[in-house]
């Protein structure tokens, strides 16, 4: 289970890397608000996979297969709780255009449902 845990850190690294460079050349191109939406929506994304990642590899072990499983669907509904909460508060808050903050939440949730499974695969095929 440790190899998985290293995928779930690689991931997560590969949507920070994601959020700062994407708001690098937003800066460049945009305006501060729009970059800084943009921003918050990728946020809004890569806190609840980190809650997510934390809480579903707390176990290891065959023998605990059960507990794995159990952390796993407790940490999904953490990360979907929190995702909510995040993208509500920051829509809410009527200072950032709700389309750009969208943008950055799917591209960074995007991003992450696609590059994890090929490290899988990729850690596999060593």
């Known amino acids: 289970m440790g190899g998985d845990k290293n995928i779930a850190v690689q991931g997560l690294v ?15 191109l945009h305006t501060t ?22 809480w579903a590899f707390r176990a290891q072990g065959a023998r605990s297969a059960r507990k794995i499983l159990g952390y796993f669907f407790v ?12 993208v509500s508060a920051v829509l809410m808050s009527q200072q950032f ?7 950055g ?5 995007i991003l992450g449902q696609v590059v994890v499974p090929f ?8």
């Open 119 to 126: 490290l899988m695969n990729a850690r596999h095929l060593r």
């Open 14 to 28: 590969l949507q920070i890397g994601w959020l700062v460079v994407v708001s690098v050349i937003d800066v460049l």
């Open 33 to 54: 608000q729009v970059t800084f939406a943009f921003s918050m929506g990728c946020i809004s994304a890569v806190v609840p996979q980190s809650i997510f990642g934390i």
């Open 97 to 103: 255009p709700s389309v750009t903050v969208i943008a």
């Open 75 to 86: 940490g999904e509904a953490l990360k979907l709780v929190v995702a909510g909460a995040l």
């Open 105 to 109: 939440f799917m591209s960074t949730v």
